[in-house]
């Protein structure tokens, strides 16, 4: 088992790097890095009810469905609020300008004047109007209040995909979407020496190899419509195109195994070519984190 301070140091100086190498995502970063930190520290400590009931349905799993939709992704008894209020100092010194809103969100959870499982409990699919009536009670934006949602969410599921991931470690799996949750991916690697192409789950943090021939997000296998866009002098910097969905995902090649490479970090750090892509006509087949606040 890793040592938390130690996985700590090494996240600082990852994210230290990329400000370092990234000047033009230095704010991104700036902004993102206390959450980071702290949802790393947390996943560490947090204790989820119900993981040691989970039994894989191996049929279901061979078919595409991940385990996050054939257990339930959250449970009533998560640790929803108490997340959410360990969040709100990393949120508050990384979205400064929206501390009246994390304050006013904290007084509501303490309060119980909301119930974050009414949102939890309609995930992935719905719940948008809930965080709807949430940013009216408050008179916020409902991005941020989403925001809010979705880290609580990635902190839960982080947690969750590691209790997990030994259910799956010697079976295969196909799609281009997570085999823990189901989220597609927001960056992947190349290995060097290898070349195989490994994807990121944005929400649950789980790695998973994929085909380096075929599209993640459409399953498309013609190599004629694909396209990798490349950054100038930035040879390792790319992003992966589609013709047939028009989906992209940024991709880091010639990744080696020594590197410190953490896809949460190298994703803002790259967050230009999701500009690039997206002026080209491109859909990202996972929403950056940061354009919420774009």
Known sequence: MKNIEDTLKRLERSLTSAMDRNPHSSCIISAFRPLIIARTRLVDSLELPGNEEFTLDKARFKDGVPLARQSGYFREDDPFESVAISLMPALKAGFPDQVTTW?????????REIRLYDFFQAYPSGGEEIIEEWAKLIDADVRIVGFLARSVAK????????????????????KGYCPICGSFSHIAKHKDGTGERWLYCPMCSHEWRFRRVVCPCCENDDQKTMSYFHVEEKEKESAFGCEMCKGYLITMTKVSDLSEFNPEIAALSLAHLDVIMQEKGYVPMSQAEWSAFA
């Open 103 to 111: 304050e006013r969100l904290t007084g509501l959870i303490d309060s």
């Open 155 to 174: 902190t839960i599921l982080e947690r969750r995909a590691l209790d997990w991931a030994g259910l799956i470690k010697d079976l295969e799996w196909e």
